[in-house]
Protein backbone atom coordinates (compact mmCIF):
# COMPACT_ATOMS: atom_id res chain seq x y z
CA UNK A 1 0.00 0.00 0.00
CA UNK A 2 2.79 2.74 1.09
CA UNK A 3 4.02 1.83 -2.74
CA UNK A 4 1.07 3.56 -4.49
CA UNK A 5 0.98 6.68 -2.39
CA UNK A 6 2.37 9.83 -4.12
CA UNK A 7 6.15 10.91 -2.73
CA UNK A 8 4.34 14.49 -1.12
CA UNK A 9 1.44 12.50 0.65
CA UNK A 10 4.41 10.20 1.75
CA UNK A 11 6.58 13.06 2.90
CA UNK A 12 3.58 14.61 4.90
CA UNK A 13 2.30 11.61 6.57
CA UNK A 14 5.99 10.37 7.62
CA UNK A 15 5.89 13.97 9.11
CA UNK A 16 2.99 13.72 11.26
CA UNK A 17 3.89 10.22 12.42
CA UNK A 18 6.91 11.86 13.67
CA UNK A 19 5.19 14.25 15.32
CA UNK A 20 2.50 12.22 17.02
CA UNK A 21 5.48 10.28 18.76
CA UNK A 22 7.12 13.91 19.48
CA UNK A 23 3.80 14.74 21.29
CA UNK A 24 2.20 10.94 22.58
CA UNK A 25 1.95 10.56 25.83
CA UNK A 26 0.12 6.66 25.42
CA UNK A 27 2.72 4.19 26.13
CA UNK A 28 1.00 1.51 23.79
CA UNK A 29 0.35 4.14 20.82
CA UNK A 30 3.89 5.34 21.06
CA UNK A 31 4.71 1.39 20.54
CA UNK A 32 2.90 0.93 17.84
CA UNK A 33 3.74 4.54 16.11
CA UNK A 34 7.13 3.26 16.40
CA UNK A 35 6.31 0.28 15.25
CA UNK A 36 5.05 1.92 11.90
CA UNK A 37 7.72 4.57 11.61
CA UNK A 38 10.26 1.34 11.25
CA UNK A 39 8.30 -0.53 8.67
CA UNK A 40 7.39 2.57 7.04
CA UNK A 41 11.35 3.93 6.78
CA UNK A 42 11.93 -0.24 5.78
CA UNK A 43 9.60 0.13 2.83
CA UNK A 44 11.13 3.08 1.77
CA UNK A 45 14.97 2.21 2.24
CA UNK A 46 14.41 0.47 -1.03
CA UNK A 47 14.11 4.21 -2.35
CA UNK A 48 16.37 6.07 -0.88
CA UNK A 49 18.88 4.92 1.88
CA UNK A 50 19.10 8.44 3.29
CA UNK A 51 15.28 8.12 4.74
CA UNK A 52 17.10 6.69 8.17
CA UNK A 53 18.87 9.45 8.95
CA UNK A 54 15.51 11.38 9.64
CA UNK A 55 14.50 8.29 11.60
CA UNK A 56 17.87 8.37 13.68
CA UNK A 57 17.83 11.72 14.76
CA UNK A 58 14.43 11.66 16.07
CA UNK A 59 16.21 8.22 18.02
CA UNK A 60 19.52 10.63 19.16
CA UNK A 61 16.80 12.90 20.40
CA UNK A 62 14.54 10.47 21.78
CA UNK A 63 17.70 8.80 23.66
CA UNK A 64 19.00 12.01 25.23
CA UNK A 65 15.42 12.62 26.42
CA UNK A 66 14.19 12.93 30.10
CA UNK A 67 11.48 11.45 29.51
CA UNK A 68 11.22 7.64 30.18
CA UNK A 69 8.56 6.74 27.08
CA UNK A 70 10.62 9.02 24.63
CA UNK A 71 14.19 6.68 26.06
CA UNK A 72 11.74 3.51 25.81
CA UNK A 73 10.76 4.32 22.30
CA UNK A 74 14.29 4.89 21.15
CA UNK A 75 15.29 1.50 22.28
CA UNK A 76 12.14 -0.28 20.23
CA UNK A 77 12.90 1.44 16.94
CA UNK A 78 16.71 0.61 17.17
CA UNK A 79 15.59 -2.77 17.54
CA UNK A 80 13.50 -2.74 14.81
CA UNK A 81 16.40 -1.10 12.87
CA UNK A 82 18.76 -3.68 13.48
CA UNK A 83 16.81 -6.30 11.04
CA UNK A 84 16.46 -3.45 8.28
CA UNK A 85 20.12 -1.38 8.18
CA UNK A 86 22.80 -2.90 10.48
CA UNK A 87 25.25 -2.30 7.53
CA UNK A 88 23.80 1.78 7.73
CA UNK A 89 23.98 1.54 11.54
CA UNK A 90 27.58 1.00 11.53
CA UNK A 91 28.42 4.79 10.35
CA UNK A 92 27.36 5.59 13.60
CA UNK A 93 28.44 3.11 15.94
CA UNK A 94 31.06 5.22 17.74
CA UNK A 95 27.75 7.79 18.81
CA UNK A 96 25.82 4.34 19.61
CA UNK A 97 28.34 2.97 22.06
CA UNK A 98 28.11 6.61 23.43
CA UNK A 99 24.10 6.25 23.52
CA UNK A 100 24.53 2.72 25.55
CA UNK A 101 27.07 3.56 28.05
Known sequence: MWDAIKPETKEMLKGGFFEAMKNCQNKDIVHKLANLLVE????????????????LTLVFQFVNSEVT???DAALNIFNGLFSYIIDHLNKYKQDLLNIFR
Open 40 to 55: IQGAMFEEDESVWNEL
Open 69 to 71: LHV
